[in-house]
């Protein structure tokens, strides 16, 4: 019996939504694409700064994921920038367009990897940064890269 292993190769991260946002829960969630789409993908000609989740008649929507053209693609290649269906189960679907509703959370697509042969976005539940909270952020970024210098330099002697 063959053993079962996850193979997850991250494509790409989306760092400013770590920056700009408190990621509260994490989910998993498959895309749909097109052939072309999924070749752009393994290329890693993909862009998630400045995407965000939408809901519409039930369903969830990535907008604003930029997935290159395939270069060998030419008529079967999709607009770049198109609204994707993000697969969740209807009752995470509900769950989630409940918490955005009410407490003022957002979606936001952190990361687009592959997980065996399938691709998956990993989708946080998001709560929005004040400018003092970034700027905090910063600085306990810097004090600890700090720390590690002076660590690094205080072993080498």
Not at 29 to 53: H, P, Q, W
Request: some cysteine; proline content about 3%.
């Amino acid at each position: 019996m063959p053993e079962l292993k996850d193979d997850i190769k991250i494509v790409s991260k989306n760092k400013k939504a770590y920056h700009d946002y408190f990621v509260n829960e994490v989910y998993e969630a498959g895309i749909e694409l097109f052939g072309t789409e999924v070749k752009s993908i393994r290329a890693g000609a993909v862009n998630m700064k400045d995407s965000y989740c939408t809901f519409d008649k039930g369903e969830l929507y990535a907008t604003g994921i930029h997935i290159s053209p395939y270069e060998k693609g030419n008529i079967f290649n999709k607009n770049p920038l198109r609204d994707r269906k993000l697969l969740l189960h209807k009752r995470e679907i509900m769950k989630l367009f409940g918490l955005v509703g009410k407490e003022g959370y957002t979606l936001i697509p952190l990361s687009m990897y592959f997980k065996g042969s399938n691709v998956k976005v990993e989708v946080g539940l998001c709560k929005g940064k004040k400018l003092y909270d970034k700027r905090e952020a910063l600085a306990k970024k810097e004090a600890i890269r700090d720390i590690e210098r002076a660590t690094k330099q205080k072993n080498q002697y």
